[in-house]
């Protein structure tokens, strides 16, 4: 169809320091809880909900300092929507203890497309857990 936008679907990559969530072992080295089920961090960013960020934008200094340095890792790229506010379960894989783990994103636009970078706030520092990309729509010329 000429003139019709043809989007090409997005790409998700998901990183290797994020598998330390999902790694007995390596959680219990770095001292982290562990996500037990990889699938709750899919069903998390399914429900994030995006904000889009402008001038008089303002976050929650907890969320806010997290997103800031997750903004910080999407250079050179213009931030222009943020998410945040869904909660990661979590156990001690050596203590068994259960808690939870924020889970943050940050969506960027590029020349060539949008990427979104997807974090888990693990209290003492921020994994990067995976990242996403939407290639800019392409036109048919007539």
Request: net charge negative.
């Amino acid at each position: 169809m000429n003139g019709q936008p043809v989007s090409a679907p997005s790409v998700r990559t998901w990183t290797r320091i994020g598998q330390q969530l999902y790694d007995k072992a390596a959680a219990a080295r770095a001292g982290r809880l562990v996500v037990t089920d990889p699938g709750v961090i899919v069903d998390g960013i399914e429900q994030l909900s995006w904000v889009e960020v402008d001038d008089q934008f303002s976050l929650p200094l907890g969320p806010g300092m997290a997103l800031t340095e997750l903004a910080r890792e999407a250079r050179p790229g213009l931030v222009d929507a943020v998410a945040w506010g869904v909660t990661i379960p979590a156990r001690d894989p050596v203590e068994q203890h259960t808690g939870t783990y924020e889970l943050l994103a940050v969506q960027a636009r590029y020349a060539n497309g949008r990427a979104r970078l997807f974090a888990v706030d693990c209290g003492i520092d921020l994994l990067i857990v995976a990242s996403e990309f939407t290639p800019t729509t392409k036109f048919h010329s007539p």
